[in-house]
């Protein structure tokens, strides 16, 4: 289909969706390292702990031997 059919307007079309990509992908990078910040204060602040999320503190000792 042509521009003239579907209605676009064809250059200025592409990049006003250029300009829509361009600050969804921005957000989107925003919204991730904003996430990723949360999640390093979180473990930060939890503490040390195993794979299955038990703190150190409370986890039973393990038998050596």
Do not use: F, V
Request: overall charge positive; glycine content about 10%; cysteine-free.
């Amino acid at each position: 289909m042509s521009a003239a059919m579907t209605g676009g307007s064809g250059k200025s079309g592409d990049s006003q969706r250029a300009e829509r990509l361009k600050a969804a992908l921005r957000d989107n990078l925003k919204r991730r390292k904003a996430q990723a910040k949360a999640r390093s204060q979180a473990a930060a602040k939890a503490g040390e702990r195993d794979s299955a999320g038990i703190s150190s503190e409370i986890a039973p000792a393990k038998p050596k031997g």
